[in-house]
């Protein structure tokens, strides 16, 4: 059966899942809706079960939720393993997977999408990116639902909210840090779920190269913080992570067939 990833380009949850499919070496075919229009898609795709993507449609079956998508790859598609054999590794990792997805997917897309919803201009090249066939017509109304829906929906009209959620990018890339200490990987001596997770999650903060090209030079406020944090061992890591376990992300925004290539 075909191989289907219904994702948002600019997604840091999508980017693990794409990344995944990558490690795995599965050729897939990967479809992009337009930000905001996703949420009725992915109702109708799982009939009600989920309405955010990634969504993975593999051997006949729907799956939402990265973490899950993972899951099912790692079984299907054992070589090479992104799960430690260890199992004392393995639970360590997806605990760090699980931390990683909780405390740090949410703060940074409140946090992206604060700063773009005070840069009319800027989310309106980004609504064009993300949607080229309403920025025909339409890309001013469009730009407006992207910023009122993200406001609602992750709350990303609050500074306040955006505050704590700079805080919380602190709090995660001290844990990452800690987690590390002097070691290359977060668990034991080899790429794992935990590092694909850290990495691909504060992907909208480091912005490495290898990373979706949708979002690169944000507001001022944000390019401060980015930054800020630039020479933490974090930062730093993040960017060596892509470099060695990531290929070049390219951009699809319709329905075309993916190659998946891992980096080596």
Known sequence: MQTVLWHIEMSHFSEKARWALQIKDVEYERCGPPPGLHIVLALWLTRGRSGT???????????????????????????????????RKRMRALELEDYFDRELGPT????????????????????AR???????????????????????????????????????????????????????????????????????????????????????????????LRASLSSRRGYRWVEDIYATHRGESDSLADCTRASATPAR
């Open 53 to 87: 993507l990634p969504i993975l449609e593999l051997d006949g079956e729907k799956l939402a939720d990265s973490t899950a998508i993972i899951a099912a790859l790692e079984e299907r598609f054992p070589d090479p393993p992104l799960y430690p054999a260890d199992p």
């Open 108 to 127: 940074i897309r409140r946090l992206v999408w604060h700063e773009l919803r005070g840069d009319p201009e800027r989310l309106g090249t980004i609504a």
């Open 130 to 224: 993300a949607a080229p066939v309403f920025s025909k017509w339409a890309a001013t109304p469009y730009a407006h639902l992207l910023s009122a829906g993200t406001g609602l929906r992750y709350r990303a009209n609050s500074e306040h909210a955006a505050q704590r959620a700079t805080s919380m990018v602190l709090t995660v890339l001290d844990r990452l840090e800690a987690e590390l200490g002097d070691r290359e990987y977060l668990v034991g001596d080899q790429f794992s779920v935990a590092d694909l997770t850290a990495a691909s999650l504060l992907y909208p903060i480091v912005l490495p190269e290898q990373a979706p090209k949708q979002v690169r030079e944000m507001p001022e406020r944000y390019e401060q």
